[in-house]
């Protein structure tokens, strides 16, 4: 049976990806994935403002020792060697995972300046990365930022990055756009080589007790997928870049749903975090199963059978379906069918 799938312009063995998580910080967990039947791996994020506050401090620090500050002296500033980079670590992780690994291994920055993140991006590509995700978690609250001006921004980081690294880009899009179709197609324009459908936003919740915000991260679900596959079955056929779906994919399922809207590949995350990385193989022998008694021998086969391209009414996937939908619901009081 042949589950390979072209992803970022790398043939790949089959399309489950574990998407960034703290699983790929550990060698062992990657291997582990890797065994369990992981066709690639994203790595954890290296964060903005990890590096940013980094580099202040160290900045900080010697301006400490230059004025030769008191408490210094007493230990209250760490010694230099504390400063040990995030980013040499995140250089030194990526090597370690290329060193351990047969399957490719993306690196992810997450950030929404274009700040150093070139430089960024470089010594990543030279460390030996096989493509780059670009993950721009950013929330548009101000009310005097317009909708074009937070697309400009992904597209500034997109091309000032596309200047000077060769690797595949992927970008994790937000689902928040006015025209996600659109925004793709212009990352395909701007050299992305591939979306990833969609960065998940944690949102804060308020403890009513304290009266403060807290914050909130629960796996997720899979009625979550449902927005991925919508989006990814209007844009197959009608793009070239790469469609990974991320974001509540817990079973083979879900998986296979996501597949035969047009996915190239499924990111795996809350499911991986909370059934451990053994589960990976479970969800790719369902896909295997099903692939068996459905009678398809590649996944090509049938990836698209259920896109918008595809299917009679495609309508069913923007305005017709939520008609629908609302007028199936039949209500008795206190039951919701
Ligand atoms: C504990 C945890 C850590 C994560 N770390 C990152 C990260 O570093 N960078 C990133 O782009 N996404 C990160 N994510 C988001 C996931 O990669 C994924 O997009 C999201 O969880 C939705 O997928 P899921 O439903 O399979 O969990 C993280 C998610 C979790 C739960």
């Known amino acids: 049976m ?18 960034a998580s703290p699983l790929s910080r550990s060698i062992d967990m990657a291997r582990e994935l890797e065994d369990a039947g992981a066709s690639a791996i994203i790595m954890w994020s ?45 250089l030194d992780n990526l090597r370690r995972l290329k060193e351990t690994l047969d399957i490719p291994v993306i690196a992810s920055l997450n950030g929404v300046t274009p700040g150093g993140w070139i430089e960024h991006g470089k010594e990543l590509e030279q460390a030996g990365a096989d493509a780059l995700e670009l993950n721009v978690y950013y929330v548009a609250g101000d009310i005097n930022q317009s909708g074009s001006e937070v697309e400009e921004r992904y597209l500034t980081l997109l091309t000032s990055l596309r200047q000077h690294i060769k690797i595949p880009i992927n970008m994790k899009l937000s689902p928040s ?50 927005l991925a596959m919508r989006w990814i079955a209007l844009l197959y056929g009608r793009t070239n870049i790469s469609l990974g779906a991320t974001g509540g994919v817990h079973t083979s399922e879900d998986a296979i749903k996501l597949l035969l809207a047009g996915a190239d590949v499924v990111h795996l ?59 199936s619901y039949s209500f008795s009081p206190g039951v919701m069918v």
């Open 46 to 90: 290296l964060f903005e403002e990890a590096i940013t506050a980094e580099s202040e401090s160290m900045v900080r620090f010697l301006h400490h020792q230059e004025i030769g500050f008191a408490e210094a002296d007493d230990g209250f500033l760490p010694a230099y060697e504390d400063f040990a980079g995030g980013m040499e670590r995140y």
């Open 269 to 327: 995350c809350s499911a991986l975090l909370t059934r451990g990385t053994g589960y990976l193989k479970q969800i790719l022998d369902g896909v295997a199963d099903w692939m068996e008694e459905q009678g398809f021998e590649s996944v090509n086969e049938f990836r698209g059978r259920v896109s918008a391209l595809s299917i009679p009414n495609p309508a069913e996937f923007e305005r017709a379906n939520y008609v629908n939908v609302l007028d």
């Open 2 to 19: 042949d589950l390979t799938t072209k992803y970022l312009g790398m043939e790949i063995k089959n399309p489950l990806v574990p998407s």
């Open 177 to 226: 756009f006015s025209s996600v179709s659109h925004m793709v197609s212009r990352l395909e324009t701007a050299g992305a080589s591939g979306v990833a459908l969609f960065n998940r936003f944690y949102q804060p919740d308020i403890n009513i007790e304290s009266m403060r915000l807290q914050p909130s991260l629960h796996p997720s679900t899979s009625a979550e997928a449902l």
